[in-house]
C-alpha cells in the first residue's frame, strides 16, 4: 500500500504564487511517472504536469510557462510551481504516482488532493 499526501494549497491573489507538494509512503521500490491533476468543480478532472522516472516533463498548454513540476528521489516527493495565477486555475489539486513496489508489481495511487482557489 501506498499514500500520497498533498499540501500546500490555499487562497491566492490573480497573479500570485503557490507551491505544491506531494509526499509518497509505504511500499514502494520504485517510483516510476508522478503527476499533477486538477479538477475543477463541475469539470471533469484534467492532467497538469508530469515527470517520468527519467526527468522527462509534460505539461498541459494552460500550465507551460508559468508552472515547473520537480521532484525528489531521496524523499519520494513531488512538486508544483505555480505562478501567475489565474482564476481558472482553480480546482482541487490532486498527486498522481505510478509505484514499482518490492513485491514485483506496480499500481497508480491518488492522493486526496489539496484546494487551490485564485480569487480577488
Request: charged share 20%; hydrophobic share 35%; glycine share 10%.
Amino acid at each position: 500500500q501506498v499514500q500520497l499526501v498533498e499540501t500546500g494549497g490555499g487562497l491566492v491573489q490573480p497573479g500570485g504564487s503557490l507551491r505544491l507538494s506531494c509526499v509518497a509512503s509505504g511500499n514502494i521500490r520504485r517510483v516510476y511517472t508522478m503527476a499533477w491533476w486538477r479538477q475543477a468543480a463541475g469539470r471533469k478532472r484534467e492532467l497538469v504536469a508530469n515527470v517520468t522516472d527519467l526527468q522527462v516533463t509534460n505539461y498541459a498548454d494552460s500550465a507551460k510557462g508559468r508552472f515547473t513540476i520537480s521532484r525528489d528521489w531521496d524523499k519520494h516527493a513531488l512538486y508544483l510551481e505555480m505562478s501567475s495565477l489565474k482564476p481558472e486555475d482553480t480546482a482541487v489539486y490532486y498527486c498522481n504516482a505510478f509505484v514499482g513496489h518490492y513485491t514485483n508489481y506496480v499500481n497508480t495511487y491518488w492522493g486526496r488532493g489539496t484546494q487551490v482557489t485564485v480569487s480577488s
